[in-house]
Nanobody, 120 residues
């Protein structure tokens, strides 16, 4: 099964930036659309950014204009550039395939995620 390893999280001040990376164990980015998700304490996991196999992107309103999703198929790596961070962005960030026919309309196995903490 494909595995994901997220990295790049950390503690930053409001207004700071982080670049998250998602390494996939297989070459799947040409097969699956991909997304970055986040989960804050006591909240459901939410999709914040998505990228299709042909590099079309979409963002949640809460991060639009601040976050940029990208991927490098050859490196099996996806990225999330996070600028102008706010305390509300504090969460564990995960990557996964978007539900589609290719994955039976379910996410693949979740990784451990990477913690992003934004201080006031």
């Amino acid at each position: 099964q494909v595995q994901f390893v997220e990295s790049g999280g950390g503690l930053v001040q409001s207004g700071g930036s982080l670049r998250l990376s998602c390494a996939a164990s297989e070459s799947i980015f040409s097969i699956y659309g991909m997304g970055w998700y986040r989960q804050a304490p006591e909240k459901q996991r939410e999709l914040v950014a998505a990228i299709t196999t042909d590099d079309n992107t979409n963002y949640a309103d809460s991060v639009k204009g601040r976050f940029t999703i990208s991927k490098d198929n050859a490196k099996n790596t996806m990225y999330l550039q996070m600028n102008s961070l706010k305390p509300e962005d504090t969460a564990v960030y995960y990557c996964n395939a978007l539900p589609s026919e290719a994955n039976g309309w379910h996410p693949l196995q979740w990784g451990q995620g990477t913690q992003v903490t934004v201080s006031s």
